[in-house]
């Protein structure tokens, strides 16, 4: 093993792939827009670069094994451009995928649409592919701190059911996949444990603060109102609402989580436990 890259290292998701890569003694570097803000721990190489700028990546990714990838955007325009300097200087990428893409086809809405199209332009790109197909990640309820700092009532847009997952968990797959070349041309499904909704979520983090929250779902125009005056990209309220509006509830659950790590996922209400303080 010489070195993997970790795309999107300053998110939830990929924080805690880091961490996971350091404690199992991978030499991990980071690829970040601003490496003197990145806040990686001792030893992690953090190198400058911008998926938005194909050309930066040469460097980041020269000489790695692996590239843990996440696509940030809310298109593919530039996409195949990444992956072309990717596949002239690393072994294989992971790609952070959806659940929700479906192999049948059409899409429900327009996150597994674009998750289905990555995918389809990383098979074609010749590099050597893991696609980690995760559900929805347990810390977009960090989103909702403001909203419980100030009241007992969660409000946003209803999403239907499904298993949610610990980013923590999700992390520790990619870890094994980013390190194992024998997952390679797979595709792999991650989910928690049970199929929550929001008001489950809410109820978690409640029940970890020791008061009864409850969520309230607003109708999809005056969601989209609020996620406009607080300034969110056009785009990302088109996904966030498609994703309310068509996306139908998922009763799948996964044991890839405990195949890959040998211990189970993780519930909504440990991953609520675990931090709670950032609601308080």
């Known amino acids: 093993m010489n070195s993997v890259l970790v795309v999107g290292a300053t998110g939830n998701v990929g924080r805690q792939v880091i961490a996971q890569l350091v404690a199992a003694g991978i030499r991990a570097r980071a690829l970040a827009r601003d490496p003197g803000t ?8 953090v190198v400058g670069g911008d998926l938005a700028e194909p050309e930066s990546l040469g460097a980041a990714a020269d000489g790695v094994d692996s590239v843990f990838l996440v696509w940030p955007f809310h298109g593919t325009e530039g996409a195949a451009q990444v992956l ?18 479906n192999d049948q086809g059409p899409q429900s809405d327009l996150i597994p649409r674009l998750h289905a199209e990555m ?15 995760a559900d929805t990640l347990a810390s977009n309820a960090l989103g909702w701190a403001g909203q419980i700092r100030a009241g ?3 409000r946003g847009t209803e999403v239907a059911p499904s298993a ?5 968990d999700i992390a520790a797959v990619a870890a094994r996949l980013l390190t194992d070349h024998s997952h390679t ?8 444990p049970r199929v929550v909704g929001r008001a489950d979520q809410v109820a978690a983090i409640g029940e970890a603060l020791g008061r009864s929250l409850r969520f309230e779902a607003l109708p999809l125009e005056v969601a989209r109102e609020s996620m406009t005056g607080a300034g969110l990209p056009g785009r ?15 009763d799948l659950v996964t044991t890839t989580v405990a195949d890959l790590t040998g211990r189970p996922a993780r519930d909504v209400r440990d991953w609520a436990a675990e931090h709670v303080e950032k609601f308080r």
């Not at 790109?125 to 980690?132: D, E, H, N, Q």
């Open 185 to 192: 041309w797979r595709k792999y499904l991650v989910t928690g």
């Open 84 to 101: 072309k300097v990717l596949a002239e200087h690393a072994q294989r990428v992971v790609y952070l995928s959806s659940t929700t893409v």
């Open 152 to 154: 007992d009532v969660v």
């Open 119 to 133: 995918e389809g332009l990383i098979e074609a790109s010749g590099l050597p592919w893991t696609v980690l197909r």
């Open 236 to 250: 990302l309220i088109e996904s966030l609402l498609s994703m309310a509006e068509f996306r139908p509830r998922s």
């Open 164 to 168: 949610v997952v610990h980013e923590g």
């Open 38 to 45: 990145a806040g990686l721990p001792p030893g992690v190489e």
